[in-house]
């Protein structure tokens, strides 16, 4: 049996193959991620690919610029070729939540600016319903307000808490708020009614937004599936 590092490896090199010479590139964060962006480095360090990254984190920013990949803000290019990014859980209709690691809003706006978008994770974030807890970001101001209307709604709400004690501030200096519960409601409605709440910036309900999703399996073959549109309900 192949261990998650290695599955993580597998899939994040395989994706980095997708990139061509030229291209604008979003490249995500996570621990699959770290793969890719390692591949990418040997590919411009190696073969002199020619690319220009666009992060969505600080780490992903000083990580991917040390292996010598030219990194660019968002809105410093006219357009994303492809992001190439991981997932917290992916269900059998390719909604997905991220979050885990606090970067879901420069994920999520990288990712509607990227003409495609491929996520690449092991197998065992494949579920056939979501289940894993929804991070939300929020705004400071409000922030314990605005927990309690999401206690009072029954979404079980924890702050995201860092070795000290302390809100877990994201690359926008905003917090973190996970939510937990006994069912997924239907995701396009929880995710509209998570937007529609005063001081919430975005949550981690990503839908309809990936193209193909990249499996590392636990006998190093490799998956790869073309996803549909979900309805909007």
């Known amino acids: 049996m192949t261990d998650q590092t290695s599955l993580k490896k597998l899939a994040g090199y395989r994706a980095a193959e997708l990139v061509e010479d030229g291209m604008v590139v979003g490249i995500g964060s996570g621990s699959t991620i770290a793969y890719v962006i390692e591949a990418l480095g040997k590919r411009v360090a190696e073969d002199g690919l020619k690319i220009k990254g666009v992060p969505t984190s600080d780490k992903t920013r000083r990580t991917a610029a040390k292996l010598g ?17 991981g997932a917290d859980q992916i269900d059998e209709n390719f909604a997905a939540i991220k979050g885990g690691g ?17 996520w690449v994770v092991d197998g065992s974030k494949l579920s056939d319903h ?32 860092d070795q000290n004690g302390n809100p ?14 006994n069912q ?9 009614e998570l937007t529609s709440m005063v001081g919430v910036v975005e949550h981690g309900l990503f839908l309809n937004v ?23 309900i």
């Open 69 to 85: 990949i030219p990194m660019h803000n968002v809105d410093d290019v006219d357009h994303i070729d492809i992001t190439i990014d």
């Open 130 to 161: 979501l289940t894993h807890y929804l991070p939300v970001e929020i705004i400071p101001y409000g922030a314990d307000q605005l927990f309690k209307r999401l206690e009072a709604k029954g979404y079980k709400p924890t702050w995201r808490l």
């Open 210 to 232: 990936v193209d193909q999703v990249i499996v590392g399996r636990e006998d190093e073959t490799i998956d790869i599936f073309d996803a549909h549109p979900l309805p909007l």
């Open 184 to 192: 997924m409601p239907a995701p396009f409605t929880l995710g509209r």
């Open 168 to 181: 877990v501030r994201t690359d926008s200096a905003n917090y973190l708020i996970d939510l937990h519960f």
């Open 102 to 118: 606090a970067a879901l809003l420069w994920e999520k706006i990288v990712a509607v600016n990227s003409k495609r978008n491929v």
